[in-house]
């Protein structure tokens, strides 16, 4: 079995049964002190791989070739989470971004004061997919929202963890 580890050289691939270590770098159109990565997400034969300093780049496993996904060339991603064919990314600057793999388009989920089902902030730090398939987000400023992610619906967690966090999640 491989695994798949974020390194600030580039990322590592680890062989579990042979104990080998590959280090494996993007040295493609990567400025000085620019190829390692945060974190790394595997989907098909793919890994999305988050940068060091901006964009999301992805890796073929079948062929060892790095491509950078345009849109978010030049973005500063904090993380990403996979769910089917839709990669859920939160930019550090603005709300969250649902990448569909397949299609290569991307869909905005954005804070709407006069929508109570969007999310409760587009200041999102972080997201994580539990085994329910709920994808949960915390924000800087208004605490957590969530989506069933089966049925598409968004509501404000108004649970009291809510009440005991200071309405900023990480």
Known sequence: EMIYMASMEGFV?????SDG???IK???????????????RKHDDNLY???LKRGLTCYSLNDGEFSSIGAFKSDRILWIEK?????FIV??????KVYDVNTNTIESIVAQKS?????SSNTVRTISIDSNNILWIGTNEAGVSYSHLASNTLKVYKGK??????QSVR
């Open 83 to 87: 769910f089917k064919n839709k990669l």
């Open 21 to 23: 270590v590959n280090y």
């Open 91 to 96: 930019k550090a600057d603005y709300g969250l």
């Open 26 to 40: 993007n040295n493609r159109n990567i400025s000085a002190g620019e190829s390692g990565y945060l974190g790394i």
């Open 49 to 51: 791989l988050i940068g």
């Open 13 to 17: 691939k680890y062989n579990t049964q």
């Open 161 to 166: 963890i809510n009440q005991l966090l200071t």
């Open 115 to 119: 929508d109570p089902t969007s999310i």
